[in-house]
Every structure is written in C-alpha cells, then in structure tokens.
C-alpha cells in the first residue's frame, strides 16, 4: 500500500471513530435530557407470609382442616377398632386353630384400609390447605392494592420483615427464608404489613 493510500485509510477511520462518537455523545444527551423513571418511584414491602399465616388461622378455615382430618380418624378409629378384637380373639385361640391364618388375612386387610385412610387424608388436607392459602392470597393482592393506591406507591413487595431473624435449622428452610426477602437494601421503603392487615381487618 503506498503513503498515500494509507493515509487516506486512516483519515477515513478517524472520521468514523469521530462520527461514531459524537452518535454515543448525542444518544446520551437525550437520555440525560429524558426525566428519570425514579421519580414517581415509591417502593413498599410486605411480609405476606406473616399475614398469611395469620389469614390460616381463622377459625373458619380450621375448622374446615379439623372436620376433614376428624373424618378420616373416624374411619381409622373403627378399623383400630375392629384390629383390637381380632387381637383378642388371637390371643386367647390356640396356635394349631384353623381360624388364626383367617383372622390374620382380615388384620392385614385392615392394616391395609388403615394405610389407604392415611394416606387419603394427607391428600385431602393437601389439597384443601393449598386451596385456602390461594384464596388468602388473592385476598391479601386486593388489600395491598388498595393500600397502596390509598399510599400512593407505585410498586410493593413480597418481602419478610426487614429485622426478622432467621433461626432454621436445616437447609432447605435456610434457603426458603433467604428467598422470602427478595429485597435486600433499597433507599425508599416502607413496611406495609400493619396497614395491610388492618384493611383485611385481622388481628394485629
């Protein structure tokens, strides 16, 4: 390439480096001229795991767990029942008896419905707690609204209490309670739980 090739090379890549420059200068010109998002900005937390738990434990809603739980006892109890005779019976009927291996088949079938009672129950209770904490979720999202709307902040949330200690013990419910406080520091927030749940008109 001869000197005077190169030297039009690098005069044409100056004045792109130039032009390109002045491209970034302008484009952040007009985001320093652009009003700042931040301003309308009001960030509030709530700890909806402490209000939820509060909503859990209606009275309304344990009865509810309580009458499906006692349900299934019922039945669990009639069968305990009923191993308790045949128990009794086992225990005063010879070994060589003919009716001891048929006693024994019924126990098993028993211990077997026992089994299917309990593990029934827990799905049951599975299924209705997880529906009541939805129900209280939804509820808890309607209040906060409205509190926020009344307060003026533009964004709220889901937080546990900025000073609550964590005193788990295993690692799993470690990492459940470091995730339940998303946010770590911010420069405008406030604690909107008392407010929110004396719009849900809980007990304090």
Do not use: C, W
């Not at 019924?106 to 827990?122: F, L, P, S, Y």
């Not at 509820?139 to 005193?167: C, G, L, N, P």
């Not at 459940?176 to 008109?201: I, M, N």
């Amino acid at each position: 390439m001869r000197p005077i090739e190169r030297i039009a090379v690098f005069a044409g890549i100056t004045l792109a480096i130039i032009i390109a420059l002045s491209g970034h200068d302008g484009q952040n010109a007009a985001i320093a001229r652009t009003p700042s998002a931040a301003a309308g900005l009001k960030i509030g937390t709530i700890d909806i795991y402490a209000v939820a738990e509060k909503m859990m434990s209606a009275a309304d809603l344990k009865k509810i767990r309580e009458d499906i739980s006692n349900s299934y006892q019922f039945k669990a109890d009639v069968i305990n029942k009923e191993l308790k005779d045949i128990d009794s019976q086992l225990s005063v009927m010879p070994q060589n008896d003919p009716k001891v291996q048929d006693l024994l088949k019924v126990a098993q079938g028993r211990q077997q419905e026992i089994q299917k009672i309990v593990q029934d129950r827990q799905i049951e209770l599975e299924k209705i707690n997880s529906q009541q904490l939805i129900d209280a979720y939804l509820k808890i999202r309607v209040a906060v609204e409205a509190v926020a709307t009344k307060m003026e902040y533009s964004h709220v949330f889901a937080s546990r209490e900025y000073d609550r200690q964590i005193t788990t013990l295993t690692l799993s419910q470690t990492l459940q309670e470091l995730l339940a406080r998303p946010l770590v520091k911010s420069a405008q927030v406030d604690d909107l739980t008392k407010a929110v749940t004396a719009e849900l008109k809980l007990e304090p």
